[in-house]
């Protein structure tokens, strides 16, 4: 079982920048893919990056590729997703989410963090 919390939303202005933290409680955080998802007014939820285990591989949906970057320090059990360049459109309640492995499922969520982007 992986309990996930995530901190570092809030309002900031086009072109700006938010680093998103989540931190991960669990003895085997090292082997989950982790991921961030995002969720705007009226939309479903959908992927935003996520990185495996090792850091080997990663995945960017193009919206955000060149603006945002995942990693992880398996030392202190935390997923970060930092975020430059911010624009309107990436407003959304944010989510971090573990998979076991590569192929599964997400099946463990955080609460979610707002990240209010103004233009």
């Known amino acids: 079982q992986v309990q996930l919390v995530e901190s570092g939303g809030g309002l900031v202005q086009a072109g700006g920048s938010l680093r998103l933290s989540c931190a991960a409680s669990g003895r085997t955080f090292s082997s989950y893919v982790m991921g961030w998802f995002r969720q705007a007014p009226g939309k479903e939820r959908a992927i935003v990056a996520w990185?495996?285990?090792?850091?080997?591989?990663?995945y960017y949906i193009d919206s955000v590729k060149g603006r945002f970057t995942i990693f992880r320090d398996n030392a202190k059990n935390t997923v970060y997703l930092q975020m430059n360049n911010l624009k309107p459109g990436d407003t959304a309640v944010y989510y971090c989410a573990g998979a076991e492995r590569l192929g599964r499922s997400f099946d463990y969520w955080g609460q979610g963090t707002q990240v209010t982007v103004s233009s």
């Open positions: 990185i495996s285990g090792s850091s080997s591989s990663t």
